[in-house]
């Protein structure tokens, strides 16, 4: 699978993710996934009661199934797309897929352990 079609959404990539992919291109797949993880969500908190995060961007809490889904699925985010051209990362689609959704995991738990804590808003996070 050529590594330039990946995951390419359907109605084509938006600027931002065309901004991202070009500024991402030359970084190692773990930086590139990080930064693209924070410039698509920006987590500022997480949640006193449930392993969740307060993303800026979104105005939601999420939780880790949502934000995965959210990351590797969503037309307007797809970070695999994103970061396909990173300096390192898999030319095989799927091997790019499974890079890119354990860097996701790893940014999460980043995210859940040094954030700080926060009760509101006091909304109940997505799964």
Known sequence: MDVQSVSVPSHGPT????SLRHRLRSLPLAGAVHLAA?????FRYRAVRADALWSETEHVWLGSET??????WDAAIDIPWVVAAAADA???GDE???AVRAE????????????????SPGWLPLP
């Open 96 to 98: 790019l897929r499974k």
């Open 104 to 119: 996701l995991k790893a940014y999460w738990t980043e995210q859940v352990a040094g954030l700080p804590r926060k009760k």
């Open 38 to 42: 924070e410039a698509f969500f920006r």
């Open 90 to 92: 898999p030319p095989d």
């Open 15 to 18: 600027l931002r993710q065309r």
């Open 67 to 72: 934000f995965l889904h959210w990351a590797m």
